[in-house]
């Protein structure tokens, strides 16, 4: 990815773009795995499903398209591994922050090779709370509504929000500390599931926007170090309230 330069992008539809480099990534990882992991499917954000079966790689091939095409490094590469609907392993690699990032259920998290662990942050008045990006596309302005209802509440409680444009960026950075929440409020597996498998083995509580324990088949992501779940959770739920458009 550091090797290769966005030359061109192409919209998406509304306000959205994919890159050449998205292409080329997906291609070469859905052939690379194929041949390694024959047996396991393989869904990608650009090019969609191959493969049936228990297992499934997911990979978002540059999560953060914008800010690469904008040559700001906050975006990576995000693979992961469902086993059903349970993510059990994810690397995620943000070649512009020379940080790479890997778990497995059971074997822990770890960036460049040292484990990692969540924050012990147990109060809002001090935490930093990540909320992804804001929406594009169909439905965008149902999505935001939450968005700016939950950042409305927020911005009077935690110490500070944080937007990085990126899922993947947001749910290392809880992992490993930096913030104390990872928030995405409208995704797809391939833009979560590595990053989900990180925050857990870090010890996160990873939920939808339910309450329940995240699935690939949720809608909405909240990675929250636990000391602040059971404060966090209220504001989410009256955000959803008040936006009057549920995700769950």
Not at 90 to 114: C, H, K, M, T
Not at 118 to 123: I, L, N, Q, R
Not at 178 to 207: C, F, Y
């Amino acid at each position: 990815m550091r090797r290769r330069t966005p030359v061109t992008s192409i919209s998406k539809g509304d306000r959205d773009l994919v890159s050449e480099v998205d292409y080329a990534i997906e291609r070469d990882l859905r052939s690379f795995l194929h041949d390694a992991t024959p047996d396991i499917a393989f869904l990608g954000e650009e090019e969609g499903i191959s493969g049936t079966g228990e297992l499934q790689w997911t990979l978002d091939p540059v999560d953060g398209t914008v800010n690469f095409v904008r040559r700001l490094p906050l975006c990576g590469i995000s693979l992961g591994l469902l086993h059903g609907s349970h993510p059990v392993l994810g690397v995620i690699d943000l070649p512009f922050l020379s940080a790479r990032y890997w778990a497995a259920e059971g074997y822990g998290a770890f960036a460049n090779g040292q484990p990692i662990k969540v924050s012990g942050t147990a109060s809002l008045s001090e935490a930093v709370v990540g909320i992804g990006d804001f929406a594009v596309g169909a439905d965008a302005a149902k999505k935001n509504r939450e968005r700016l209802a939950l950042m409305a509440r927020l911005a009077e409680t935690v110490q500070r929000v944080r937007m990085s444009g990126s899922a993947a960026v947001d749910l290392v950075w809880l992992a490993e500390g930096k913030l104390d929440a990872a928030l995405t409020l409208s995704n797809h597996p391939w833009d979560v599931t590595a990053g989900v498998a990180i925050a857990r083995e870090a010890g996160a509580m990873v939920l939808d926007s339910s309450g329940a324990d995240y699935t690939s088949d949720a809608m909405a992501t909240l990675a929250i170090t636990p000391g602040l779940v059971g404060q966090l959770l209220p504001h989410i739920r009256s955000a959803k309230t008040a936006a009057g458009e549920p995700y769950e």
